[in-house]
């Protein structure tokens, strides 16, 4: 299951089970924290490989322009070369792909930001009563009914007082 799937799954508020998402709450925020730090890692180590490459090429361009079908060493040259060098395009590829994790780690970190939130919002609503279940106006007691019922329940007949 990939980022997109899973975080859409876990960032799901259960009005039910509030209890048990509070709990998970801090692991799971925690949980997609670490995978944005390890994303962000891998991102600036493919970084740093990508520019020693650039390097490495310009070297040897410079060192035997002939073997690369230069005639003249620019950095115009140099520059046109690295980007049809193969190892070069794929390892940009990767980054291109660790840049978008990244980003979908950051917003879903955001999103658990959001979520931490609208738990405490829930919560408050929950302990308001706003959740409990609404009676039609002809089932709620009238006044009157109520009097008879604690009378009764005091043990006087028919609810006189």
């Avoid at 949980?31 to 070297?59: C, G, M, P, T």
């Avoid at 930001?113 to 408050?124: F, I, M, P, T």
Wanted: proline fraction near 4%; hydrophobic fraction near 35%.
């Amino acid at each position: 299951m990939n980022i997109i799937e899973q975080s859409q799954i876990d960032i799901k508020i259960h009005k039910d089970h509030l209890e048990d998402d509070w709990e998970n709450h801090s692991e799971l925020a925690l949980f997609y924290h670490i995978q944005l730090a390890n994303s962000i890692k891998e991102r600036d180590s493919l970084k740093e490989q990508v520019s020693n490459k650039e390097a490495s090429l310009a070297i040897e361009i410079r060192k035997d322009p002939k073997l690369f079908g230069v005639e003249k060493v620019t950095e115009n040259a140099i520059f046109e070369l690295s980007k049809t060098n193969k190892p070069l395009y794929d390892l940009r590829n990767n980054l291109l792909e660790l840049d978008y994790q990244v980003n979908l780690l950051k917003g879903v970190t955001i999103a658990f930001d959001h979520r931490k939130k609208a738990l405490e919002e829930e919560v408050s609503l929950y302990i308001a009563g706003y959740f409990s279940p609404k009676l039609k106006p002809e089932l709620k007691p009238t006044t009157d009914t109520q009097v008879k019922l604690l009378n009764t329940k005091k043990g006087k007949p028919n609810g006189t007082t």
